[in-house]
């Protein structure tokens, strides 16, 4: 599975970002969809997850109420919305794919499989 990640930039705070990642290959619907996030200096965190069928999703506390996960399954897309946005939010976002089984929340980001390339949100007071 390849995962292209894009949508990212600059944004005042409390305005809105839709990030996209295109999910490439024959399997990817067998898989658990997430995004993560890594700000400078810290570690990469988990944000929010979906699954392809059913559309269950999960997400950080910090970002319950202002992000939506969602799915596009006839084009293979997965989408973060982003809703009042703060500064606290800057970071780089990755698409990730992981087993259908798996809670990406609580195997963090050491248990996904496949990445997309960054995405830079940088979110100014």
């Known amino acids: 599975v390849q995962l292209q990640a894009s949508g990212g930039g600059l944004v005042q705070a409390g305005g809105s970002l839709r990030l996209s990642c295109a999910a490439i290959?024959?399997?990817?619907?067998?898989?658990?969809m997430a995004w993560f996030r890594q700000a400078p200096g810290q570690e990469r965190e988990f944000v929010a997850s979906?699954?392809?069928?059913?559309?269950?999703?999960s997400y950080a506390d910090s970002v319950k109420g202002r992000f939506t996960i969602s799915t596009d399954n006839a084009k293979s897309m997965v989408y973060l919305q982003m809703n009042s946005l703060k500064p606290e939010d800057t970071a780089v976002y990755y698409c990730?794919?992981?087993?259908?089984?798996?809670?990406?929340?609580?195997?963090?980001?050491?248990?996904?499989?496949?990445w997309g390339k960054g995405t830079q949100v940088t979110v100014s007071s």
């Open positions: 979906i699954n392809w069928t059913g559309g269950r999703t």
């Open positions: 990730a794919a992981g087993h259908q089984w798996d809670t990406p929340a609580t195997i963090g980001s050491r248990g996904m499989l496949y």
């Open positions: 290959g024959r399997t990817y619907s067998t898989y658990k």
